[in-house]
């Protein structure tokens, strides 16, 4: 099974409504991150946890929401979607006593109509 | 200047020739860096990390790190086709801020 999975893989939603992507982790990592991915523009960061109780905005963080349910879960909300929200999202984890690498999930493809 | 900058590409190759990528990033403190590799539509996936000054080798791959000119490099020896794909830098960080990527394509 793979260790960092997200939920849904792929999503059509329309202007307005809110939505929610999962990510779980069996990795045991106490660090999560939301990125997403457009064309052009790189990896850009959303939001970032470093523990259960900790939760930071990242570059690009308007728009967005997020939760920290358990060490293990990290869920990235849209309140009200919008087309310029379609992309490719990613979650990902990281140990920082293991260095800090990150390790990433499938992603889920968005599309706001 | 941009925090992390890599050679735009797209850059290609025959099979069997060397495929070199570059890095140069603005953060001093950095003590860990990563390359990422990204097929299209997947996820990025870390093959190689580097801490420490000079070079790295892993199979095919060599990372180079010079932390006094804020520059790191991927070698890819004897490239293969399944090499062609986009790749990441990323300077270790609290946040970690990727490159945009260089795209890679190994011509058979």
């Known amino acids: 099974d793979a260790d960092v999975t997200q939920t849904p893989r792929n999503r059509i939603t329309k202007t307005g409504k809110r939505i929610m992507l999962e990510c779980s982790q069996t990795?045991?990592?106490?660090?999560m991150y939301w990125y997403r991915q457009d064309p052009g523009l790189g990896l850009r960061l959303i939001y970032y946890?470093?523990?259960?109780?900790?939760?930071n905005k990242g570059e690009i963080s308007d728009g967005y929401s997020v939760s920290r349910q358990a060490q293990a879960k990290f869920s990235l909300s849209l309140e009200s979607a919008i087309p310029n929200q379609t992309a490719l999202y990613f979650c990902?984890?990281?140990?920082?006593?293991?260095?800090?690498?990150?390790?990433f999930g499938p992603g889920t493809r968005l599309t706001v109509t | 200047q941009k925090e992390v900058e890599q050679n735009s590409g797209p850059l290609s190759v025959p099979e069997g020739a060397i495929a070199s990528l570059n890095c140069t990033y603005s953060?001093?403190?950095?003590?860990?860096f990563f390359w990422y590799r990204q097929y299209s539509g997947k996820s990025p996936e870390l093959i190689m990390s580097?801490?420490?000054?000079g070079d790295k080798e892993d199979g095919r791959f060599t990372a180079q790190l010079n932390k006094a000119s804020q520059y790191v490099s991927l070698l890819i020896r004897d490239s293969q086709p399944s090499d062609s794909a986009t790749y990441l830098c990323?300077?270790?960080?609290?946040?970690?801020?990727f490159g945009k990527g260089t795209k890679l394509t190994v011509n058979p």
């Open positions: 990902a984890t990281s140990d920082w006593t293991g260095g800090d690498e990150q390790y």
């Open positions: 946890s470093f523990d259960v109780k900790d939760i």
């Open positions: 953060d001093r403190v950095s003590q860990s």
């Open positions: 580097i801490y420490s000054n």
């Open positions: 990795k045991g990592h106490d660090r």
């Open positions: 990323a300077p270790g960080s609290e946040k970690l801020v």
